[in-house]
């Protein structure tokens, strides 16, 4: 339990039904004044509802925070990220992960603005958030209290929020009445969901899970072809036309859908300890993360590319289990983005019914060299006899252990 001398706490709200309750519940229990945050992070809803719910439950106007992030949330977030083409076990793009440090670094810049003395989110004792939204607020405020209220009260079931919301006649909408067939978290990176009809991870998920991307089926007989232009790492341009982070985002999305790419069934896990089932879309960030890689195949030394990816799974891992705003991701992304400073030209796709294909790539820093890798003679310092050599030197401990073997055996 919190300390219940709390005056003022910020709540990371999005005008949804959990979140309201949770507002009424702040004010109820601690009888404290509450500061409302919102954030657009390309979550595609409308956010003005969030602010007429938040007025009708009491909030002061001047206490309602809204603030459109998408920029920031690219350019300062999913960008570096992707500069390390970060993928945690292997294959999730971490699309609700990399979101929660900006949402806790805003809670955290409201707070001290207002002067308030703690923080609220909705996160449940379960998962990952509630981690990554703490690490964050003491990682920006060591002495900031945090309310976390999904582990802190009794109401345990559906039919118990909604009797709490009718007794305080928070608006329940018809379609929140009955449990929800899965939750949804989305911004402009991904959408993903989870829960219920997508706990059993034998069964397919349903279609009608799916709101990012048509099925690959369903997709075009015509591939796609486009180009994407990068500069130190970073995507820039779309076919040519130069665009602001968000929006090349965006503009991948609409590409990434229309194609059916990005689709991604998975059983990770979670920080906490237990395996969970989630069905993921990043259309736009799939392409990204295939064109990325591409770049750097003929822009990166072998070395430097090598040690990107050893190092990778450890960044990927430390952006899962909330540790964004940490001296090692911090080190690492100086790391990474050192090796980016020539990461730059462009890559041509085929997207094709799920498929993001590579099918060229130029750079003015390329590091491949034709006429090193032709059959033919070339006008290069390569002698072929060489290999003989190096060869011979690269297998003077394999021949000592093997004569050892010899010799007893074995």
């Known amino acids: 339990m919190a300390d219940k001398h709390v005056k003022k706490v910020v709540l990371a709200y999005s005008g949804g039904l959990d979140t309201s309750i949770i507002l009424k519940w702040l004010q109820t229990t601690y009888n404290c004044e509450v500061v409302t945050f919102t954030a657009d992070l390309g979550q595609g809803e409308e956010l003005e509802p969030a602010r007429q719910k938040a007025l009708l439950l009491g909030i002061k106007p001047e206490n309602i925070h809204i603030e459109d992030l998408r920029e920031e949330f690219v350019r300062d977030y999913v960008f570096p990220m992707f500069r390390a083409n970060a993928a945690y076990e292997g294959v999730y793009l971490l699309g609700t992960s ?20 703690a923080v609220s989110h909705g996160a449940t004792g379960k998962g990952n958030d509630q981690v990554r939204f703490e690490l964050t607020a003491y990682a920006l405020k060591p002495d900031v209290v945090v309310i976390a209220p999904w582990r802190e009260w009794d109401l345990r079931s559906r039919e118990q929020l909604i009797a709490f919301a009718e007794q305080h006649q928070i608006p329940i909408a018809k379609d929140k009445r009955g449990e929800a067939p899965f939750s949804v978290d989305a911004n402009l990176l991904h959408a993903s969901s989870e829960g219920k009809v997508l706990e059993d991870p034998a069964q397919e998920v349903p279609d009608y899970v799916y709101s990012r991307t048509i099925s690959p089926e369903d997709a075009p007989d015509k591939p796609t072809y486009i180009t994407i232009d990068f500069a130190r790492g970073d995507a820039v341009a779309i076919d040519g036309e130069q665009l602001s982070p ?136 390569y002698d072929h006899r060489d290999a003989a050599g190096f060869i011979r030197l690269n297998a003077l401990r394999l021949r000592t252990l093997g004569q050892r073997k010899k010799k007893l055996g074995l």
């Open 98 to 117: 990399i979101a929660r440090p900006l949402i806790g670094k805003k809670l955290i810049e409201i707070a001290e603005k207002v002067g308030a003395d």
């Open 246 to 381: 968000a929006t090349l985002l965006a503009k991948l999305n609409e590409l990434g859908r229309a194609n059916g790419i990005g689709r991604l069934d998975l059983v990770e896990n979670r920080y906490v300890g237990m395996k969970s089932r989630g069905m993921y879309e990043t259309p736009g960030g799939t392409i990204l993360h295939v064109a990325h890689r591409a770049i750097e195949s003929i822009t990166l030394d072998r070395g430097a590319a090598h040690l990107k990816d050893e190092i990778m799974p450890k960044y990927a891992e430390l952006i899962y289990n909330g540790f964004w705003f940490s001296p090692e991701r911090e080190m690492l992304q100086a790391l990474i983005d050192k090796s980016q400073e020539f990461v730059a030209g462009q890559v041509r796709l085929k997207l094709y019914k799920g498929g993001v294909h590579v099918v060229g790539r130029s750079s003015p820093y390329s590091l491949y060299d034709q006429d090193l890798v032709t059959f033919e003679e070339g006008a290069v310092a």
